[in-house]
C-alpha cells in the first residue's frame, strides 16, 4: 500500500528550481519510495535518525515516514554536498 506524499516547503521550493527532466526523476523516486520505502534500491535509513535518503543523480532527497499516519513527507531536496549539513 502506497504512503501518502506530502512536500515541505523548502523542497517544494527546491524542486521547482530542477530542469523539467530531474524534476520528473526526483517524482518517479518519490512514487517509488512511497510504494515501497524498506527497499535499498528506493531509500536507505539515515544513522541516528528516523529520516531515510534516496538518490537521484547529484541530488539527494531526504524523507520522513510516519507509519501511524501512512505518510511520507519530502523534508528536503538538495545536492549531495549540501543536503547533510543540517541534517
Not at 526523476?25 to 512511497?34: I, L, M
Not at 535499498?40 to 547529484?58: D, F, H, I
Amino acid at each position: 500500500m502506497a504512503l501518502e506524499v506530502s512536500f515541505s516547503r523548502q523542497a517544494a521550493n527546491y524542486l521547482k528550481k530542477l530542469d523539467a527532466p530531474t524534476r520528473k526523476r526526483v517524482h518517479e523516486k518519490v512514487a517509488a519510495v512511497a510504494e515501497d520505502y524498506m527497499d535499498p534500491k528506493n531509500s536507505y535509513p539515515l544513522e541516528g535518525t528516523e529520516r531515510r535518503s534516496a538518490r537521484v543523480g547529484m541530488y539527494r532527497i531526504l524523507l520522513l515516514i510516519i507509519k501511524e499516519k501512512n505518510s511520507l513527507i519530502v523534508a528536503e531536496i538538495n545536492s549531495r554536498g549540501q543536503i547533510y549539513r543540517d541534517a
